[in-house]
């Protein structure tokens, strides 16, 4: 039997949302040092534009910017044909990008707050593995990866729709492996507290309340990658519907 490693990923097509900065960043990154063509996409399209030149630059793979919000059906039906257009296929899909925005309240959390962290967390992941689950089973097969978040089962009053919203990307994880099987593989990551940009806003309580693990740290933002290589790789070639837990041991 063959040892399968993340070699296997040269040449395939990898999109992934939120993949400007941060946690996505260091997916792109590793995508594209093991050969994969990368589709960035993110909000801003600068932030993606600046790490496509810097990618295609250092690893001499294509890189496609693109702008979305993946609250936006629209746009995630845009982002899709896009990528379908200019490779033909894809490969690997990381529903990466995420939102968890403060509120002073339970009471005070309104309603278009709500939805937009439903919408970002839960309907875009939705429809963009729908999309390209059932392209991905009708053809060639591939490897959808959710990034799902420790609130999902540690949840706390700072972030109760956020925790639901990823509490729900773990259901359909599950539920789409059942629909896309057996060409597509679907997993999730269920992170904890990683040192990426957003952090900068922690107060010292709060990162200390976050190193409160068997660790004793938060994640750096690359130490996503070899959960993320095992999952878009044949490595992991009889899991689906599996959820890994990347947390420092969050008791």
């Known amino acids: 039997m063959a040892v399968a490693t993340a070699a296997d990923l040269a040449g395939k097509v990898t999109v992934v949302t939120g993949g400007s900065r941060g946690m996505g960043k260091a997916m792109v990154e590793a995508f594209a040092a093991n050969g994969a063509d990368v589709v960035i996409a993110s909000r801003k399209l600068d ?52 939102l968890s925005p403060l509120y002073p309240s339970l009471a005070e959390h309104g309603e278009a707050l709500f939805d937009k962290v439903i919408a ?41 729709p956020y925790a639901a919203a990823k509490a729900g990307l773990k259901v359909l994880t599950e539920g789409f492996a059942q629909a896309f099987g057996p060409k597509v593989r679907v997993n999730a990551i269920q992170c904890g507290p990683f040192l990426t940009d957003i952090s900068a806003a922690w107060t010292s309580e709060i990162r200390a309340e976050f190193e409160r693990n068997a660790l004793g740290r938060c994640g750096e933002a690359d130490e996503v990658v070899g959960a993320v290589l095992y999952f878009a790789s044949a490595a992991s070639s009889f899991c689906t519907g599996a959820v890994l837990r990347l947390d420092g041991g969050v008791r």
């Open 47 to 98: 932030n993606c534009e600046r790490l496509a030149e810097e990618v295609h630059r250092s690893h001499g793979v294509r890189a496609l910017p693109v702008a979305c919000n993946v609250s936006d059906w629209e746009q995630c039906d845009a982002l899709v044909e896009t990528a379908y257009r200019e490779f033909g296929r894809v490969d690997v899909l990381v529903n990466n990008a995420g």
């Open 120 to 160: 970002v967390n839960l309907k875009g992941p939705f429809r963009l593995a729908s999309l390209i689950g059932t392209r991905m089973a009708e053809g060639d097969g591939g490897s959808l990866i959710n990034i799902t978040s420790i609130e999902s089962i540690r949840p706390n009053a700072h972030a109760l």
